[in-house]
């Protein structure tokens, strides 16, 4: 059976040095949303706790709820519930949010310096604080969100600016509603990995935590934590001239050993179209059509390593690491090494 290796080693590393960056493992939180980009929610969720990592992000309440015993806070980015609960905070998206929760309930509102997406404007704030203090939720936190962070501009900077005249409004009205001062938090890993000092209450970091960055410019050693392994389910010979899989794409140009393994595009690895020349990570050639549950590969190994590299595919594919990672199915069996 196919499966996927979660280097410890790896992760420990990569959340180290972050920590670092940001000025302490309290200064963390790990991003597990959309089962920890690919890795697997509840097994990420149990090394970075093991590391000392106090707060997640996930997406939804339903992913809050499996990891909810390893942090001490879980910030929840799109969904909601009604019920207060010490451990989860909610996501302020628009004032609108704010009628979908009850009394007492912690909030982090997230305030649009610019990437014109989720969060209130500017002219909403005071709106926003009046609601929440009609509405009794505890204000835990006031966040943004970086539109170019892994872009090559000072675009970053500009938005930095912006976020720095949002926090100053947001402490006027603390004053005004007798608000306790919340946390502050606007970076993702690739703004942790560009500024000099982090001055906020903690970064929100995930891309970076599982070894990968989308910068152009960036020599910071992280580490990949995922490997994508296949099983052998058979061998055989091909004869030079025979063809290989959908459309008989691959020609062998020579006799040739080649197997089949588990691994396919139902698994959430691209479909790749046997056109170009991909290789698995100890350079086996890829051959042919990738097909739904398995592929064929110049190798007779009874274990395969597909990929230990999600930003070498990526750019095969014209994506981005994220996108490699978070398509993996959660079926894959995941196994920490
Ligand atoms: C996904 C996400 C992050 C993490 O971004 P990375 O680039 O993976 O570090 C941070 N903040 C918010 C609001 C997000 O949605």
């Known amino acids: 059976m196919s499966f996927i290796e979660l280097d410890k080693k790896a992760y420990f590393h990569n959340l180290k040095t972050l920590s670092q960056k940001v000025g302490g493992v309290d200064k963390l939180a790990v991003v597990l949303k959309d089962n920890a980009y690919g890795h697997g929610l509840v097994e990420m969720a149990i090394l970075a706790c093991e590391f ?32 207060p609960n010490k451990k989860l905070s909610f996501t302020i998206n628009s004032l609108h949010d704010i009628s979908k929760l009850d009394k007492n309930s912690s909030i982090h509102l997230k305030i649009d310096t610019g990437m014109n997406r989720n969060g209130i404007s500017f002219l909403e704030i005071e709106k926003a604080f009046y609601l929440i203090s009609q509405k009794e939720l505890k204000l835990d936190g006031v966040m943004t969100h970086f539109r170019s962070a892994d872009e090559d501009s000072d675009d970053l900077f500009w938005q930095i600016n912006q976020w ?91 006799d040739m050993v080649i197997s089949t393994y588990d691994i396919g595009y139902g698994d959430g690895f691209f479909r790749y179209d046997g056109t170009g020349c991909l290789t698995t990570a100890n350079s086996s050639k890829i051959l042919g059509r990738v097909s739904m549950d398995s592929m064929s590969i110049e190798s007779d190994d009874e274990q395969i390593c597909i990929f230990d590299d999600a930003k070498k595919l990526s750019k095969y594919f014209h994506t981005i690491s994220y996108d490699i990672l978070t398509k993996l199915s959660p079926s894959i069996k995941r196994i920490i090494v």
């Open 52 to 83: 000392g990592i106090k707060r997640a992000i996930v997406r939804n309440l339903d992913e809050a709820k499996k990891i909810q015993k390893y942090f001490e806070n879980i910030l929840i980015l799109y969904s909601y519930n009604t019920q």
């Open 164 to 254: 720095q005249q949002a926090k100053k409004q947001v402490i006027k009205f603390i004053k005004k509603y007798k608000f306790k001062k919340p946390l502050f938090h606007s970076a993702n890993s690739a703004t942790i990995l560009r500024v000099k000092t982090y001055e906020d209450d903690f970064a929100r970091c995930g891309i970076a935590t599982y070894g990968y960055t989308e910068l152009l410019h960036d020599n910071t050693p992280l580490k990949p934590v995922l490997s994508l392994w296949g099983e052998k389910i058979g061998s055989r010979v091909l004869k030079k001239g025979e063809r290989v899989g959908y459309g008989g794409v691959f020609k062998a140009s020579k």
